[in-house]
Every structure is written in structure tokens, then in C-alpha cells.
């Protein structure tokens, strides 16, 4: 998947009527409720075909788009296969995917490696005027400890880079969204707990339809919830024509056996993304849900530093309209690999 699908949701809807069929009352609702769908969007969803549209949001820096398509394989699946990001999230764009160990460990980061621009942009790093998403004190420890004119210093530059993150990583562990960075790499600094915080209430369907998980992602690590897994994972992937590093953070709750819902959380990019998070879930109608055949949605919204300036609006229109075409090839792909394993088996 490509990395602007890096704030998601996916969910899945399981039916058993072939397409054509009356969709489901919920889901119906959903889609007219929180994701503006019309008499016809509706009506071309029950004919089994692909429906993607951008969606309104409260901030300028954020993009939102929803797009819904029907695959003829268990729902259960795509679960299976998330957890295997590795696998998963391969594609053109994606250069990197590395799944972190529980409890995560340096040697997670040992393949991460920095762009040549990236490490002369390090060399003269400075708060609030930076070409790398970074918090004072990394930018500071770059300063102090890396000696630039000295041989190997792109080296020690690069392994800095992966203690930090893997500093970062603990403590978002252990204290959760109140360890989240602060972006100082422009002159106003960027609060990502905040834009997280942000992002989450803005997301009207997750807080009214599944206030538990609402509540779990919004207190993480500090409330509890049964029937839940969590891991981490590191990718980088090509975005705007430019590598991009990002830490995103995943939560599959499975609270009964017809339903599932993931949640990626983005935790650090350091170009570009200023805020994403995904929501993933699946709701069967069978009481089988190894049975095959659902609806697979996909929510996105990100915040991006790069709507800014000088034709803003026109930035955005083009971004919207990239990011509907990449959701349009993200789902087909993802329904493609996934029917394709199903009639193999």
C-alpha cells in the first residue's frame, strides 16, 4: 500500500449474497451516515463495484478520502495477511518494511538507512529551520555529537539516527501518546500528540460506532482492552518523489469472532507527514466468517506540511485527486492479491 494510505480504515463488511444484493442496514447507514455516500454511491456498491471520493475535513494540512469495493475471500484473510506487513505493504513505492520485535531492539533499526540528502541537510540542522522531521533535542544531540568534518561521520550520523528512533520507540511504549514527538523542524513547531488527538475526534464514526476502541487508542498504554494485539513496524517508501522514513504503530482488536478492526498509527515520518492514523475492522453478516466474500473499505486521513504557501488551494485539489487514484489502485491491488491466494488454495 502506498505510504499516504499511512492514516487508513479498513473495514470489513462479510456477506454472503453474491453483488448486486441489498447491502446490509449498518452498513447502509454507515456509508450514508459518516462517509456522505448517495442513493447512488449505495446503489453501485450493491453492483459489486469499486466507490472512492475524498471527504471534507476540519484542518487545511489534513486530506480524507473513503473509498469501498467487494472481495470474494474470507474476511479473516486480510487479517491474517496485515500481520505479515512485511508481505503485505510490498509494492513499487515501498522500499523498505521491517516488522519490530515485542519488546522492540535496536537490531529492529540496523537496515534503516538515511538519503545522501538527508545526511548533508543534518549537517547544518538547526531548530525551527530543518529539512528533516525532528524534535530540539535529536536536533541537538545531531549537533553535539556528530563531528561532520571528520571521517565516517555519515556513518555515526546514520547509527545516531537509529538510537534515537529506537529511544523514541521505548518511551512511546512505556508512556504512550504524551511521548509523541514534537516537530521543530519549521519555525512553528508541530505537536503530534496533538494532530493525533486532532485526527482521532474528528473521527466521528470510530467515536459514536466503537467508543471502547475510541477510548483505547486515545489513553494508549494506559487503558486496557480484551481481545487485542499490538505490534510495531518501520518502513520507508518513495512519497512525492523522496524516500520517507515513518514508525506506525498497529492495534488489531478482534472483540468477537464477525467482527475485527485495525488501527495504524503513525508515530514519526521524517519527511513530508505531520499526522495518520488507520482504522481497520471487519463486520460479518455469517456466523461463519471464514466464509468468503466482504466489503473492504478504506478511510485515509493524513496531515501534511505540503499544502502550504502559494497556491494552497491548487495544491490541494491536486493532492485529492492523487490520492482518490491511489486508493482506487491500493484497494483493486489489495483485492487482486487477496482473491488470487483465496482460489489458489
Not at 454511491?41 to 494540512?61: F, H, I, N
Not at 530540539?136 to 539516527?161: C, H, N, P, V, Y
Request: hydrophobic share 35%.
Amino acid at each position: 500500500m502506498r505510504f499516504i494510505a499511512s492514516f487508513v480504515l479498513i473495514l470489513l463488511v462479510s456477506q454472503t449474497a453474491p453483488a448486486g444484493s441489498v447491502l446490509p442496514d449498518h452498513l447502509r447507514l454507515m456509508l450514508a451516515k459518516y462517509m456522505r455516500f448517495t442513493r447512488q454511491d449505495l446503489t453501485a456498491v450493491s453492483r459489486g463495484k469499486l466507490v472512492k471520493k475524498a471527504l471534507e475535513t476540519r484542518s487545511r494540512t489534513e486530506l480524507a478520502f473513503f473509498g469501498i469495493t467487494d472481495v470474494n475471500a474470507p474476511p479473516s484473510l486480510l487479517v491474517d495477511r496485515f500481520r505479515d506487513i512485511e508481505t503485505f505493504k510490498k509494492s513499487e513505492s515501498v522500499l523498505k518494511v521491517k516488522k519490530m520485535s515485542d519488546p522492540p531492539s535496536l537490531q529492529n533499526f540496523k537496515d534503516m538507512t538515511l538519503e545522501k540528502t538527508d545526511l548533508k541537510e543534518l549537517q547544518k540542522c538547526k531548530p525551527g529551520k530543518c529539512d528533516m522531521k525532528l524534535s530540539t533535542k535529536m536536533i541537538e544531540r545531531f549537533q553535539q555529537e556528530i563531528k561532520w568534518s571528520e571521517a565516517g561521520a555519515d556513518d555515526k550520523a546514520t547509527e545516531l539516527f537509529r538510537h534515537l528512533l529506537f529511544e523514541y520507540v521505548q518511551g512511546y511504549l512505556s508512556s504512550g501518546n504524551s511521548a509523541l514527538i514534537q516537530y521543530h523542524d519549521q519555525k512553528k513547531p508541530v505537536s503530534l500528540p496533538q494532530e493525533f488527538k486532532s485526527i482521532l475526534e474528528g473521527s466521528a464514526f470510530v467515536r459514536e460506532k466503537l467508543p471502547q476502541f475510541y477510548q483505547y487508542l486515545m489513553n494508549y498504554p494506559t487503558q486496557s482492552l480484551e481481545n487485542t494485539e499490538n505490534f510495531l513496524y518501520w518502513s520507508k517508501e518513495t512519497l512525492k518523489f523522496r524516500p520517507v522514513i515513518t514508525i506506525t504503530h498497529v492495534t488489531i482488536f478482534r472483540p468477537n469472532p464477525q467482527e475485527a478492526f485495525i488501527a495504524s498509527k503513525q508515530i514519526y515520518a521524517n519527511h513530508y507527514l505531520t499526522g495518520s492514523l488507520a482504522l481497520t475492522g471487519m463486520i460479518s453478516q455469517n456466523e461463519n466468517p471464514d466464509q468468503a466474500g466482504f466489503y473492504l473499505f478504506y478511510l485515509n486521513r493524513t496531515r501534511t506540511d505540503m499544502l502550504g504557501g502559494l497556491l494552497s488551494g491548487l495544491k490541494r485539489s491536486l493532492a485529492r485527486s492523487r490520492s482518490t487514484a491511489a486508493l482506487d489502485e491500493n484497494l483493486t491491488l489489495i483485492k487482486v492479491r487477496l482473491e488470487k491466494e483465496f482460489q489458489t488454495k
